[in-house]
Each structure stands twice: as C-alpha cells, then as structure tokens.
C-alpha cells in the first residue's frame, strides 16, 4: 500500500498520526502513535473497478472520514470498547 498522506495532531500530551493509504482497491485510514497502530479502528473502503482512486482520495468523503478516526482517539472509543468488552465477559 501507497501513504497518501498523513495527517499529525497531539491530543492529551501525546502526538499522533493518521495515515492514508491505498491501491488499486483498498484505502485505509488509521491513526499511530510512535509508528504503531493506537488501537484495532482501522476505516476501510473497497474501491470497486469502476471508481477512481484518485478522485476518491481528493474527495471531501476521505476528510469525513479521517475526521471519524480523529474522533476515535478524542472520544476514547476504544478504551469504551474495551471497557464493555470487560464487563460482560
């Protein structure tokens, strides 16, 4: 896979990431810190033959949608998962 961009922010003292990458059929956005994924959000869209990778990626959709993980990291969503996850083992 190909990083399209990456996009930096901090958020409670700690600096973070989020990276874009795609081919011919895939665009995954997920967000590191240190160089490691953060938690087990990955966003995922498949591209159908038909649709332009390019366009997609320059589309305000893709800025949604890196929006969403941002939010992932500052509604600590997965530390909510885990925590559900916790309780009703």
Do not use: C
Not at 11 to 40: A, Q, R
């Amino acid at each position: 896979m190909f990083l399209f961009k990456s996009i930096p922010f901090t958020f409670e003292n700690k600096d973070y990431e989020i990276k874009v990458f795609h081919n011919d059929t895939l665009i995954n956005i997920l967000v590191f810190h240190n160089n490691y994924p953060v938690n087990g959000f990955r966003h995922q869209i498949n591209i159908s033959k038909n649709l332009s990778v390019n366009k997609l990626l320059k589309g305000e959709t893709i800025d949604e949608i890196i929006e969403i993980a941002r939010k992932d990291i500052f509604e600590k969503r997965w530390e909510r998962l885990l925590q559900v996850t916790a309780t009703t083992i």
